[in-house]
């Protein structure tokens, strides 16, 4: 019988309407999904440790570089890893971990759910069951299951506080699809692997968002920034003929810190020549993040920048897809 990891990190999943989750600890936890999901222990024997039990809302990145040094340390004598995570942050860890993961040769399947565990109706069951299924399977992929579907880590988005399918990965097809049979796509797992060496040390957070709105001020940003991100209306566009924005920009070409683009829709690419005001930023030194989810990004950008990595290499990474996230 397969033998996996099961990692309790915190979120929904975990959480009973009468007791503190912080309170769990690996025995009782594991009681506690056994008995509302019995079945487990017909698709694998599991080994339960809860790392922390945290809102996902409260992770930092230096949670998620341990827990991807954990799992290294951890893998060797399991087949698979379920990440049981809260759903607020898991598409950003998801990111990080399918950059930091890339090689580990074993499945690590994530997930969480709307309602608890031990709440009547709660989704938790059915994506436990089909996580500790995934992780059985040999697919080497750092991967979101919910709902029906499971998405590759490095290109999934949080998009329901309410539905069951809580998660999409927008611009690339599900790895597997649930219903009756498990249905896993043939291009599973088959993906370039190019993530550069020596990632995952540090991750630089003095990044700034800007998400823009008709008139929005664009102000320098604060001392300490390293690099930015915007997140720009359509195909890449942006107020060019604005003073103020395009002092910003002359600030971040002086300092040489890298000016990432995405885009504020929810699916489809940066294309910075598809219109003059995207042609405009891109002479600024605005660099394309392309088809990257805005958490793709910002993992790359994290890591790089946590490497001490230049504007170049920014650019050059952002041209190359380093763990199927697509480009
Ligand atoms: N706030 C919770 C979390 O992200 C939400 C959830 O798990 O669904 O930890």
Redesign the pocket.
């Known amino acids: 019988m397969a033998r996996i990891l099961l990692l309790h990190t915190?979120?929904?999943?975990g959480m009973a309407p009468e007791g503190d989750p912080s309170s769990l600890a690996p025995g009782p936890y594991l009681e506690h999904v056994l008995e509302r999901v019995p079945e487990l222990r017909d698709l694998a024997e599991l080994q339960v440790e809860v790392p922390f039990n945290?809102?996902?809302?409260s992770m930092e990145p230096e949670h998620i570089l341990g827990l991807a040094r954990h799992i290294r340390e951890r893998v060797a004598t399991f087949d698979g890893v379920v990440l049981i995570h809260?759903?607020?942050?898991?598409a950003f860890t998801a990111s990080l971990l399918g950059f930091l993961l890339a090689d580990l040769g074993k499945p690590v399947v994530i997930t969480?759910?709307?309602r608890p565990l031990a709440y009547v109706r709660s989704d938790a069951r059915e994506n436990l069951v089909d996580a500790v299924d995934l992780a059985t399977r040999g697919v080497n992929e750092v991967g979101i299951v919910f709902g029906t579907r499971w998405l590759r880590g490095v290109a999934t988005d949080k998009l329901s506080v309410y539905r069951y399918e809580a998660f999409d990965s927008p611009n690339l097809a599900p790895l597997a699809e649930i219903g009756m049979d498990l249905v896993i796509h043939p291009g599973a797992g088959k993906f370039e692997r190019r993530v550069p060496k020596g990632l995952g040390a540090a991750f630089e957070s003095a990044i700034a968002v800007y998400r823009p709105f008709p008139g929005m001020p664009w102000h320098l940003p604060t001392d300490g920034i390293r690099g930015l991100l915007l997140e720009t209306y359509g195909a890449g566009n942006l107020p060019m003929e604005r003073g103020d924005l395009l002092a910003l920009l002359r600030h971040c070409r002086e300092r040489k810190m890298p000016v990432v683009v995405t885009t504020q829709c929810a699916s489809g690419a940066v294309d910075m020549e598809a219109y003059a005001l995207g042609r405009a930023l891109g002479v600024e030194g605005g660099i394309s993040a392309g088809r990257h989810t805005r958490w793709a990004a910002l993992a790359k950008l994290g890591l790089l920048l946590g490497t001490g990595a230049d504007v170049e290499a920014v650019r050059e990474a952002f041209g190359t897809s380093w763990a199927g996230e697509p480009i």
């Open positions: 915190g979120g929904t999943l945290r809102d996902s809302a809260g759903t607020d942050t898991m969480g759910s709307q």
